[in-house]
């Protein structure tokens, strides 16, 4: 974790959520690592809850560095990689910057920020990964030598402060959840939150300091031109670009127990370190602030994502993958997923197995790689929930069942555990079933406690699941007039009003994905010669035949293929 002290966020929670129901390892370290648990968007249905937790990010990584070298079959080496050994297309090995040559059959790049990195400080510009590290500056020119279309990106750092130099008592205090819920499913200890975050704010005389200094930012004076995320900007681009705002959020963070570092979510910057230190001291409960690590920007090279397959294989080199930023993505949450996936192939690949693709309708993590590899990206790429057109029925909560049969078939979820997710379903239906089948006569108690949520009477009497399904009622509120109800585990209990509040739409949405696994399951023959498909228009000859799409729906959702396309596709392909 060499940068932001978090894991989660929005849409962010259900990746790791369902990397831990594939059988992944996220979930379980940060559970180990949190220190502070907050579930986002609580005001909100149940599609968006996402669930954050700050990390000490020195107990993350020492949690992951033994999970690595702990594992059985996995031999760890630490080295710089300096090329990628090719013979006839295909991966043959790999050779350190020592000179140290391992064979390979497969292997999977995921250089993060550091490849060909540089920070960017006001003037000052450095060959540099995060934090500090070396960059990775010898593969560059090796992965463009294979036929690799690279880009450039940039993301953004915020300060590091010392707690002993705040105010906090100018700041609001953010208290974690009184009931914590865990990433993983296999958490059995019930998760506490041991710190706490603050809120404050920029203000007009913050915003006036940096539009005095935008001639010094890297960002506005030319030194800087890669593309940056838009939706986590730099503190200039925010003011900039929303002059009205009188106000931004900052949250002070701490980066771990053992230490009195603090992280500034909010102010990522490259502004030269003394107009840092001036904006800092300018925010309320920083005026004293002592910075540990100025703030800067990171440039790096990655990889035109269209150029892989949905298995993340890259099209020109068999058995070389990526993941991660060098995939165009951001975050690491986003990086973890997708190295996944990578490893899971390039293992497949060489077992002569079937690959394993997750599309649209399975998950976030099918949707982050769709997105990537059909429609590419032109900015560090950001999972959000709005990016799903069936995220009310890939919610968090359901992870379980979606994903864990798949993690139990490539052998990464036990028997056991698979168990546990069975019986879980087990009880939320006969649940569901029970509440629909007790019906309540009418009562002048039942009246009265309709009256009292302004809700008209029930003269014909009532089910117990029709009651749940009312906005204004919850399966926790029935109780009184539910004697019958068996004991259930709080998962259980949300699962069964989620089913019944929301039935209709989760249905609804049910045959949307049904229609959309129609296409996706008629698949293109590999090889496919666009350019001689008559009433084909040139852009999507020249799109389909780049991407090489796996299914048709794929084919359907590259840009600069319409449905007049899709249709002289589909009666050549039923033609021959």
């Known amino acids: 974790m060499p940068c932001n002290p978090a894991i989660g966020g929005t849409a962010k929670g259900h990746l790791v959520r369902e990397l831990d129901c594939l059988g992944g390892e996220m979930g379980k370290a940060a559970d180990r690592a949190a220190i502070q648990y907050r579930m986002l968007n609580r005001g909100k249905g149940p599609a968006v809850h996402s669930l954050r937790a700050q990390a000490d990010r020195y107990e993350y990584r020492r949690i992951m560095k033994a999970a690595l070298e702990r594992q059985p079959g996995l031999r760890l080496i630490q080295a710089e990689i300096s090329d990628i050994i090719c013979e006839d297309g295909r991966v043959t090995g790999v050779v350190t910057a020592s000179g140290a040559v391992y064979g390979a059959k497969a292997a999977v790049i995921c250089t993060g920020t550091y490849l060909d990195g540089r920070t960017i400080t006001g003037d000052v510009v450095q060959s540099s ?36 130099s705040v105010d906090f008592s100018r700041m609001e205090p953010q208290p974690g959840d009184e009931e914590p819920e865990p990433f993983s499913m296999e958490t059995e200890i019930p998760p506490e939150n041991r710190a706490m975050c603050y809120l404050t704010y920029t203000n007009e005389k913050t915003h006036e300091i940096i539009r005095r200094n935008l001639d010094r930012s890297p960002l506005f004076n030319g030194v800087i031109s890669s593309t940056g995320p838009r939706y986590c900007p730099s503190i200039e681009t925010k003011i900039v670009t929303f002059p009205d705002k009188p106000r931004h959020q900052l949250f002070i963070e701490p980066m771990g127990l053992d230490t009195e570092e603090l992280y500034i979510q909010g102010l990522s910057s490259s502004l030269p370190e003394d107009v840092q230190l001036e904006v800092i001291h300018s925010i309320a409960g920083l005026e ?70 997750l599309d649209r309708s399975t998950s976030y993590i099918g949707t982050l790689i769709d997105d ?22 890939l919610r968090q909560d359901n992870a379980d069942i979606r994903l ?10 036990s028997e056991e555990r698979y168990g546990r997710v069975v019986e879980k379903y087990r009880l939320v239906n006969a649940e569901i079933k029970r509440l629909e089948n007790t019906h309540l006569s009418p009562s002048a108690s039942l009246d009265a406690f309709l009256a009292e949520r302004g809700m008209p009477s029930a003269a014909g009497g009532v089910s117990l699941a029709s009651l749940v399904r009312r906005p204004q009622l919850s ?31 989760i249905e609804k949405q049910l045959n949307q994905i049904k229609e959309f696994r129609r296409l996706e399951e008629k698949l293109i023959p590999e090889g496919t010669d666009y350019a001689n498909i008559p009433g084909l228009r040139l852009e999507a000859r020249e799109k389909l035949s780049a991407i090489a799409p796996r299914s048709l729906g794929q084919a ?21």
């Open 129 to 164: 990964g995060p934090d500090g590290m070396h960059a990775a500056t010898a593969l560059t020119p090796k992965l463009r030598a294979l036929g690799l279309s690279l880009r450039r990106f940039k993301t953004g750092t915020p300060p590091r402060i010392n707690a002993r």
């Open 288 to 357: 004293k602030a002592e910075v540990q690590r100025f703030a800067y920007a990171i440039e790096y090279e990655c990889v035109d994502p269209t150029e892989l397959l949905p298995t993340l294989e890259t099209k020109k080199v068999s058995g070389l993958y990526g993941a991660g930023q060098f995939n165009g993505s951001s975050g690491y949450e986003e990086a973890a997923v997708q190295g996944f996936i990578a490893g899971v192939n390039a293992a497949l690949k060489i077992l002569g197995r079937e690959p394993f693709v």
């Open 372 to 393: 990537l590899v059909t429609r590419g990206t032109n900015e560090p790429y950001r999972m959000m929930t709005s990016r799903s057109e069936y995220r009310l029925y």
């Open 404 to 413: 864990s049969g798949l993690g139990r078939e490539l052998g990464l979820i």
């Open 475 to 505: 399966y926790g509120d029935i109780e009184p007039f539910d004697p019958a109800r068996p004991e259930l585990n709080k998962a259980v209990r949300e699962e069964v009003e989620i089913e019944l509040k929301y039935s209709g739409y």
């Open 556 to 576: 359907s959702r590259i840009s600069g293929v319409s449905p007049a396309d899709m249709a002289a596709l589909m009666i050549y392909l039923r033609n021959k």
